[in-house]
């Protein structure tokens, strides 16, 4: 019967440290940090085209976009085998 008595606990947050609280709201955006992902990596492979005059810049593109799309890979199989685990 006690348990029945008590209202449901809610959240300390204090609006005044987190002003998204006074409306409810603390997700993250997942699919549009995806799609932002796959359009990064995509202009780094795109800002191969001009006037290099050393290869430098061009490794560290086709690293940086190569090493974005392999995070976004093991992301996309982590999110499809979490269920199973």
């Known amino acids: ?9 809610r959240a300390a947050v204090d609006p005044h440290d987190e ?3 006074e409306w409810g709201w603390h997700g993250s955006f997942p699919k549009g940090t995806r799609i932002a992902g ?3 990596a995509a ?10 005059h050393g290869r ?3 490794v560290w593109l086709i690293g940086i ?7 976004l890979v093991i992301d996309q199989i ?5 269920w199973r685990r």
């Open 38 to 40: 796959w359009f990064t």
């Open 56 to 58: 430098t810049e061009d």
């Open 43 to 52: 202009a780094m492979f795109f800002m191969l085209i001009g006037n290099h």
């Open 78 to 82: 982590r999110r499809r085998t979490s």
């Open 19 to 21: 002003p998204s609280a």
């Open 65 to 71: 976009g190569a090493g974005l799309i392999l995070l």
């Open 1 to 9: 019967m006690a348990k029945a008595d008590k209202a449901p606990a």
